[in-house]
């Protein structure tokens, strides 16, 4: 083999390292999302279990700038390398869905949307993802 034929096959592993590495990676679903901000303005009670199609044992809450890849590692959730505007943006409240120790979607709600009482971060398990909600607003 060549060197022309092994720098051919190490960029085409690079590609597809990548390719592998982007399919794995978790995002935010914008269909919970809208869900979400839909059952703030229409009601004044908000169940995460009723919004949320798939399964999920934990839901994380993030104030604005929350470390929240440092805060999930720590508590021993796998991210796939996902990027999270929370960390650089004081315009959104994150919310990320975890099953067994496993990221499986985020949201993030404009704050105009949420009432939090943390500095930090918030976390339920899938039973007490019940909250109320006051003004359009969900009380967490």
Do not use: C
Request: aromatic share 14%.
């Amino acid at each position: 083999m060549t060197k022309k034929h092994l720098l051919i096959l190490a960029v085409l592993f690079l590609i597809v390292i990548s390719i592998l590495f982007y399919l794995n990676s978790v995002g935010e679903n914008k269909m919970i999302r809208e869900k979400t901000i839909k059952t703030a303005e229409d009601f004044n009670k908000i169940d995460f279990k009723e919004i949320v199609d798939f399964n999920w044992d934990t839901m994380y809450v993030f104030n604005p700038y929350s470390n929240a890849k440092d805060i999930l590692k720590k508590d021993g959730v796998s991210t796939y390398k996902s990027k999270f505007n929370i960390e650089y943006s004081d315009s959104v409240i994150m919310i990320a869905f975890v099953s067994e120790n496993k990221l499986v979607t985020y949201i993030e709600l404009p704050r105009n949307y949420v009432q939090i009482n943390s500095e930090h971060f918030l976390n339920f398990n899938v039973n007490e993802a019940e909250f109320d909600v006051i003004n359009k607003q969900i009380v967490f």
